[in-house]
C-alpha cells in the first residue's frame, strides 16, 4: 500500500487571523440545490452551525480537519462520535485496504464475518449472538422487529429523555419531524422517563400485556440513580417484555463491554454501532441466544427476516472494525477517552468559574462523552448564545458542537481547545452584558427535530 502522506499540521487560525469561507460559499448553494438540506445527515448541516463556519470538508488526519478554503481546525465529536480513534488512523485504513484488495463482497459469506463475529462477542457479556449491519438505525429497528416476534405484542416503550434511536418511523413518528409518517405507526411507540421506574410501570399498567420492549440508553447526560437499570429490566421480565439498550454512543466509550458493563446491567438485546469501526459503517444487533436465533434457520418457530442487506457484511468495514476492536483493547483507549475528556472538563470548568458563566454555560455527561449546555440572561437554554459560542471557537480554529474527545486529542491538542474556549467564553460574557445582537454574525442555529424550517 502507498504509504499515507503525512500532513503538515499548522497552527490552528487565532482570532487575529480571520478565516475566509468563499469556496464554502460556493459550494453551499450547489449543495442545496442538488441535495435536499445540503448534506446527507441533518445533525451536519448548515442550520446547525454559525454562519461564519467551514461548510465543507476536505480531509481530517487525527483530530484535525481541513476544509475547503485550507483552513485548519481541531475537531470534536468527529463523524457524529464514530471517528473515535482518529481520521485516517493508519491501522486501521491499512487493515481496510488490505481487505479490499481480496474482495469486498461474495457471493457466500466472508470468514471475516465470522472472525469479527468471535472478537465482538467476546467483549460484550451476555451477549450471545450478533448480525451486521452498515447503520445503527437499522439495528435498533432490528431489535424492536426481533422483540416484537418473539413477545407476540406490537408496543414499543422509549425513553423519551434521549434524543435518538432511529431514522425509522418507529421512532421518527414520535417526534416533531413525523411528517409522511402515518399515525398509526407512531401510536405504537410509547414514552417513559428516564429514572424515573414509576412512568414505566404506568405503562405497563395502561398496556398489560401489549408491550414488546423497552428501548433507552444506559445513560445520556444525566447517570442512572442506584439501582434504576436494574430495577427496569426486572420489571420488564415480570411484565414480559425485552429490555433493548441502544449503545451507539456509549458502546467502547464507557467501557470496552458498553454502558451495560459499566453500569453491570445485562440487557436482552443491545445495539453498536458509531465507535465499532472508526468511521467505517458497521454496526451491530448483538443478544441472548433464544431470541436472535429466530432470525435463523435452526428453528421451528416463525421465521424473522433479520437484517439481511447487500452490504450488511462489506468486508473492509468488517476488517475496520477487528482492527479497531484490536487497538482498543491493546491500547487502553476506553481509559485515554476519560482521561483527556477529564482534562478538558477541568480546563473548561476554570475558564467558566474565572468568567462568572455558572448557571449560563454548562457542561454535561461523562469526560468521555462530554457536551455543553448554553443559557441566555434568564439562565433559559439558548440557540443564539450556542451559536455566538461556535462562532467564537470556529474563529479560534476549533469546531466543538461538543466536547467529546477522540484517541487522537493530543494533551496540545485539548490545552488549545481551552485557551480557545477561555476566549470565546469571555466574549459570551460580554453579550451576556451588552446584547447578544453586538456580538452574533447571522442566524442562530435551530434544533434538529423541529417541524417546520
Ligand atoms: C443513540 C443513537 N442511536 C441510534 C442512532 C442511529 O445511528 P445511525 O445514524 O448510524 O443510523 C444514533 C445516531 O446518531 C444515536 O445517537
Redesign the pocket.
Known sequence: MAKIQEPVIGLPNGAANPLRFSESRALQSKAHHLIPGGAH?Y?KGDDQFPEQAPAFITRGKGCHVWDVDGNEFIEYGMG??AVTLGHAFEPVVEAAYRQMQLGSNFTRPAKIEVDLAEALLEVIDGAHMVKFAK????V?TAAVKLARAYTGRDLVAICVD??????DDWFIGTTELNAGIPQAISELTLKFRYNDLESLRELFDQYPGRIACVVM?AETGTPPVPDYLNHVKQLCERRGALLVF?E??TGFRWHLGGAQKFHGVVPHLS?F??AMGNGFAI?ALVGKREIMRLGGLDHDHARVFLLSTTHGAETHALAASLETLRIYREREVVEYLWKQGERLRALVSRSITENHLEGFFELVGRPCNLVFATCDQEGKRSQAFRTLFLQELIRRGVIAPSFVVSFSHSNEDIDRTSQAVHEALAVYRKALEEGIDKYLEGRPVKPVNRRFN
Open positions: 445527515t445533525s457524529l462520535r447503520n445503527g438505525s437499522d435498533t434521549q434524543p435518538f434511536f432511529s431514522i440508553e441502544d451507539m454512543i445495539t454501532g458509531k454496526s
